[in-house]
T-cell receptor
Framework: DAGVIQSPRHEVTEMGQEVTLRCKPI?????LFWYRQTMMRGLELLIY????????DSGMPEDRFSAKMPNASFSTLKIQPSEPRDSAVYFC??????????FGPGTRLTVL | AQSVTQLDSHVSVSEGTPVLLRCNYS??????LFWYVQHPNKGLQLLLK??????LVKGINGFEAEFKKSETSFHLTKPSAHMSDAAEYFC?????????????FGAGTQVVVTP
């Protein structure tokens, strides 16, 4: 299995631009999680889906952030418009049970 | 509500000496507990997990952790540190009643291994 796949691995953009991060979970996993990691705040859960349905988006910082999961094999996290404080590493993780989450390699986002 | 506290933000050990990373948890229910490791510029990798079976859990790369309910602890140990163990380690708690698998992460412990 290829594991959780995220793209792009690195993204550099300018303030005000739209950013879209992508995630392909492990085949057969029915829960998907988006996290953000910064030095100041550590790992934060942004949103998670179960069977493609958003369950809890209370961690999404602002309306500028949105996430979708149109099918079991694909999810996106969009930031529009982006701001410098959004600079972070964004991780996607998936699981088929509540026992273990498998993380992708992350997307390092830099907003200038 | 559940929470997890990692008692050390940084741990420095010499290669070949034991490693101890401390974690305390708080949970209203019987918890599932995990340790994850993150090497520089990498994603998080599962080291081991406790899910109400044996209290001494063995993981990958020679790590193990012991669940102690009386002390609400889940400390991670390794008998002999290797240079490749330099990384950040996260203690994580999940409610067994949470069918969605939502995690609460500790703040992390940065491990430095010196030759």
């Amino acid at each position: 299995d290829a594991g959780v796949i995220q793209s792009p691995r690195h993204e550099v953009t300018e303030m005000g631009q739209e950013v879209t991060l992508r995630c392909k979970p492990i085949s057969g996993h029915n829960s998907l999680f988006w996290y953000r990691q910064t030095m100041m705040r550590g790992l934060e859960l942004l949103i998670y889906f179960n069977n493609n349905v958003p369950i809890d988006d209370s961690g999404m910082p602002e309306d500028r952030f949105s996430a979708k999961m149109p099918n079991a094999s694909f999810s996106t996290l969009k930031i529009q418009p982006s701001e410098p404080r959004d600079s972070a590493v964004y991780f996607c993780a998936s699981t088929e049970t509540s026992l273990s989450q498998f993380f992708g390699p992350g997307t390092r986002l830099t907003v200038l | 509500a559940q929470s997890v506290t990692q008692l050390d933000s940084h741990v420095s050990v010499s290669e070949g000496t034991p490693v101890l990373l401390r974690c305390n948890y708080s949970s209203s229910y019987s918890p599932s507990l995990f340790w994850y490791v993150q090497h520089p510029n990498k994603g998080l990798q599962l080291l081991l997990k406790y899910t109400s079976a044996a209290t001494l859990v063995k993981g990958i790369n020679g790590f193990e952790a012991e669940f102690k309910k009386s002390e609400t602890s889940f400390h991670l140990t390794k008998p002999s540190a290797h240079m490749s163990d330099a990384a950040e380690y996260f203690c994580v708690v999940s409610l067994t009643t949470d069918s969605w698998g939502k995690f609460q992460f500790g703040a992390g412990t940065q491990v430095v291994v010196t030759p």
